[in-house]
């Protein structure tokens, strides 16, 4: 095991972790980053199959929501966007039926995605998500439950609706982008020119007089700061092992900012997808899917409770006979289990009680020396993006740099002292 040196260490190469690295180096401070997984990118996942263009196994979408920083990477780094393709036909799947909108809509009122509006216009939105659906009938009650588990990625009986409406109201279907070449792209461009040492998991990190001490594997790395990026469930299960301990209100915090379980999918099917459709699965296994035409993947994301059932034996041929017979014969199934990944366990944070005030505990520096970025503690409108991920990697790293250089930060008003 070797000795080193260095002004930071950052713990995780996702988008946190890199934008905070990349403006820490600029401003001249040398930075180690420490990834645990055999690649960089966190929870971005892009799948390049040959069959298609890119597939995000991960962050998929970039959203409608203000971040001058996200936006100043896209045109520095030339990278393309472009609207997000909506499949014109959306099928329901309930019951072991088949129920386009205009069926759907003389059946069931309000359409699940009308109910999710009106939770947000609530004069006033208190309790949770799930007592404020439980006035609707039956049928729509059932519907709208599982399009908010799978849009917002948690049980609605656990969902704040306050906290939901302030993170989601707003945000808005139908101006999301995607990265035309990938969402990867933006890892790569945020990673130019740092030192990362991938498939080099930080065991312990240590507060001492001056500094830390950040022990892999392979180094133990001392250095004026360390950055913690990973989400607060890991860092929480003790995959990462602080001395002292977290204090009792940051593990705290961590419990309220649990990540949504969730499971990416993409089949493989014999042939391409004779049209264009999107299908919300309220039968097992559940989960979002989506097909494109002239394609032969069909790609999902089975978010909440609804990720168990992606994992029990046979929920292959549940979604297979869920989907319907028109889509063949399927050839392969590719699984990214975010769940169970030690490195993620979970998706993103989601809007439970609590959860402002708990990000906002967890966004706190420790002792001057450890500093805490990644999507829980971004403001409420950026949390669970890639935007948020990136927002406060760049805020960590104005802590750090001004701390270091001798100043102050106050948190709350984020102004220096």
Do not use: N
Not at 85 to 112: I, Q
Not at 119 to 126: E, H, K, N
Request: hydrophobic fraction near 45%; glycine fraction near 12%.
């Amino acid at each position: 095991m070797t000795a080193e040196t260095a002004d930071v260490v950052v713990i995780g190469a996702g988008v946190a972790g890199l934008a905070c690295a990349a403006q820490l180096s600029a401003r001249g401070f040398g930075v180690v980053v420490v990834e645990a997984g055999a690649a960089i990118g966190g929870r971005v996942r892009t799948l390049r199959t040959g069959l298609a263009g890119p597939v995000e196994l991960g962050a998929q979408v970039v959203h409608p929501v203000r971040c001058d920083a996200f936006d100043e990477l896209l045109r520095e780094a030339r990278i393309a966007t472009a609207p997000m393709e909506t499949a014109a036909a959306f099928t329901v799947v309930s019951g072991g039926a088949h129920h386009d909108v205009a069926a759907l809509a003389a059946r069931v009122r309000p359409l699940p995605w009308a109910a999710e509006e009106e939770l947000y216009t609530s004069r006033t939105p208190s309790g949770t998500v799930g007592r404020a659906l439980s006035g609707l009938a039956p049928p729509a009650r059932a519907l709208a439950h599982s399009w908010m588990e799978q849009v917002v990625g948690e049980d609605p009986a656990l969902l704040d609706l306050a906290e939901t409406a302030a993170s989601y109201h707003g945000r808005g279907r139908g101006g999301e982008r995607v990265v035309v070449d990938g969402f990867d792209r933006v890892v790569h461009a945020l990673a130019a020119g740092l030192e990362i040492r991938t498939g080099s998991p930080a065991g312990r990190l240590r507060r001492r007089t001056g500094g830390v001490e950040v022990a892999t594997a392979s180094a133990v790395i001392r250095a004026r700061a360390a950055v913690v990026t990973p989400p607060p469930p890991v860092v929480a299960a003790g995959d990462l092992v602080l001395d002292p301990p977290l204090p009792r209100d940051r593990v705290d915090a961590a419990g309220v900012l649990a990540s949504c379980d969730a499971v990416a999918v993409v089949l493989v099917t014999a042939g391409p997808a004779p049209r264009s459709r999107t299908f919300l699965l309220a039968d097992p296994p559940g989960g979002l899917w989506t097909r494109r035409a002239g394609s032969r993947l069909t790609t999902g994301h089975v978010k909440g409770p609804s990720a168990r059932l992606a994992r029990r034996p046979g929920w292959e041929k549940d979604l297979i006979r869920s989907l319907g017979p028109h889509l063949g014969d399927v050839d392969d199934v590719l699984v990214m289990d975010w769940g169970r990944d030690r490195w993620s366990r979970g998706a993103y944070s989601v809007p439970v009680t609590g959860v402002s005030a708990a990000s906002a505990t967890w966004a706190e520096p420790l002792g001057g020396t450890v500093f805490f970025a990644g999507e829980a503690s971004a403001a409420p409108g950026l949390r669970g993006l890639v935007q948020g991920a990136l927002a406060s990697g760049r805020r960590a790293a104005a802590e750090v740099a001004l701390t270091l250089s001798g100043g102050s930060h106050d948190q709350r008003t984020g102004r220096d002292a």
